[in-house]
């Protein structure tokens, strides 16, 4: 019933601009705080970022932080993870998640039993 599903990846330039989006269905995902993921080829996956349910806090790790936000837009049922001065170390899988028990109040981690996983989009940094 409750599904994630992101989109927007795709192939950008070094220095270039991306916005993907984790869209919630079957519940609402107003209620949830969002943590994005990433995984590079040959590398575990790793925490990004994250936005909390009331729209008041948002967590980056060291890698990203200043490059990359996260907004809401809860009329749509919509996430955003916008990337900015885009690097090839950028490229990887992105991943979007939410549970219940957790709400951004630090990084991401795999470890944290979240209640639903999106499928995934493919972001290429590449000339």
């Known amino acids: 019933q409750v599904q994630l599903v992101e989109s927007g990846g795709g192939l950008v330039q070094p220095g270039g601009s991306l916005r993907i989006s984790c869209f919630g269905s079957?519940?609402?995902?107003?209620?949830?705080?969002v943590a994005w993921f990433r995984q590079a080829p040959g590398k575990e996956r790793e925490g990004v970022g994250c936005i909390n349910k009331a729209n008041t806090r948002t967590y980056f790790v060291d890698s990203v932080r200043g490059r990359f936000t996260v907004t809401r837009d809860n009329a749509r049922s919509l996430v955003h993870l916008n990337m900015f001065r885009l690097m090839p170390e950028d490229t990887a899988h992105y991943y979007c998640?939410?549970?219940?028990?957790?709400?951004?109040?630090?990084?991401?981690?795999?470890?944290?039993?979240?209640?639903?996983w999106g499928q995934g989009t493919r972001v290429t940094v590449s000339s």
């Open positions: 998640a939410v549970g219940e028990q957790w709400d951004c109040l630090g990084a991401p981690s795999t470890l944290t039993p979240y209640d639903k």
């Open positions: 079957g519940f609402a995902l107003a209620d949830y705080g």
